[in-house]
């Protein structure tokens, strides 16, 4: 879910820097009907390998870890912005995000990073490539990788659409459909950056339950089209119903926005049968709607909201939502769109902050041990928790020990 950083004076420095060191420009590709996925793309930036060390060089100051693999950071990176073709329901769309071109010709595997909970339009990945978000990718795109980073369907070029919010079959389809889209992208002579069949897997909060969704589709149905070789889920809302009794039974709970982001997406996709007025108290309900515009941001909406889930919440539902059979639809979409245990064939790793005040550790101990109880052999499945992290304090970590990770399994 939202990422807030708290080291605003670092990143202030890494952004005074890259305006400096990078260069931009602006030169849309023709549109190419040809291929099944990919539509067009547009270059963004380059990114001299140069500019990433003098950022990974002041990142060391807070994170002195970085200098283990810093080193390895010698490719010039090009950042384009890819529009694909995807579904949402049965329905045709184009959707887009970023990828990270290593500028040396050679061979590469695919980093697919998915990214935590966004409100804004301006905020998605392809909108702001320059974003300080984004630095960490850059840095693996010049250690070798092509990173892929989609924007989710509701941002970027699907912006009309409302953002389908932790719904599982739309997420997986769009980032497995901007793989491939990739995959046609860089077929093209003039790309010289070719990516292999080896695919790494990583996310956050929202983009940690979007890792877990998507390993588990492609292990179950794209074996044979993507060899997965790690995947990295931190923070993730894996059990929705988890997650919306921790909130709903909570007296107060700082990010109300993210339930009522859950619960709107929910009942736009029409997947439960409820108004909103039978799950939120007015002046609650009929402000929800509006709020979540590709305008404002998750405080902003956490301002309209109340943090007392007394008074944000019927009583019906904050009280009787598991017994009471008015709920069953919502019951349903809550299960449907949970990662559902199964036995994992790729090293996997979850993380989480042990003073995590937004998703509780205790969602990720408990899908470790029903990913065990369906199968999963101890040593592809691994616990990770940073001690005394809360939600955003565990970012950073987090990033640091996957890339480690990545590379030393990268071929």
Request: one cysteine or more; charged letters at 15%.
């Amino acid at each position: 879910m939202e990422i807030l950083n708290s080291r605003k004076w670092l990143f202030l420095i890494v952004v005074f820097t890259g305006l400096f060191l990078n260069s931009c420009k602006d030169n849309n590709e023709p549109e190419t009907p040809d291929y099944e996925y990919y539509i067009s793309n547009q270059y963004k930036s380059e990114v001299t390998a140069q500019t990433i060390n003098i950022k990974l060089l002041f990142a060391q100051v807070q994170f002195p870890e970085i200098a283990a693999f810093s080193a390895k950071a010698t490719n010039d990176v090009l950042i384009h912005k890819v529009t694909y073709r995807t579904s949402l329901q049965g329905k045709n769309i184009k959707a887009s995000g970023l990828v990270y071109l290593p500028k040396t010709a050679g061979n590469y595997p695919v980093l697919s990073f998915q990214n935590g909970t966004n409100t804004v339009n301006k905020d998605a990945p392809s909108e702001s490539p320059g974003s300080d978000n984004w630095f960490m990718l850059e840095s693996l795109a010049s250690m070798g990788f092509i990173v892929v980073v989609p924007d989710y369907i509701g941002f970027g070029e699907s912006a009309n659409l409302p953002h389908p919010y932790l719904h599982a079959e739309s997420t997986t389809q769009s980032i497995l459909d901007m793989l491939r889209a990739v995959n046609e992208l860089t077929a093209e002579d003039k790309v010289e950056a070719k990516p292999t069949k080896d695919l790494f897997i990583f996310g956050y909060s929202q983009g940690g339950w979007a890792t877990m969704q998507l390993q588990r589709e492609i292990e179950k149905n794209h074996s044979e089209e993507f060899d997965l070789v790690a995947s990295s889920c931190a923070a993730g809302p894996y059990s929705i119903g988890f997650m919306n009794d921790f909130i709903a039974k909570s007296a107060e709970y700082d990010m109300p926005y993210f339930l009522g982001y859950l619960l709107n997406s929910y009942h736009s996709l029409e997947l439960f049968p409820n108004k909103l007025n039978e799950l939120f108290q007015e002046p609650y309900a009929t402000k929800i709607p509006t709020l979540y515009n590709g305008i404002n941001t998750g405080g902003t909406i956490n301002t309209a909201l109340t943090t007392n889930m007394t008074n944000l919440l019927t009583s019906e539902f904050r009280t009787g939502f598991d017994t009471n059979t008015k709920f069953a639809g919502l019951k349903s979409a809550f299960i449907a769109n949970s990662v559902a245990p199964w036995a994992i064939s790729t090293p996997t790793r979850l993380y989480h902050g042990s003073a995590d005040e937004l998703i509780p550790i205790s969602l990720s101990n408990k899908m470790v041990q029903d990913l065990r109880t369906a199968g999963t052999p101890n040593e592809k499945i691994e616990m990770m928790t940073i001690p005394g992290a809360n939600h955003s304090g565990g970012v950073f970590p987090v990033g640091i020990s996957t890339i480690e990770w990545f590379l030393s399994l990268k071929k």
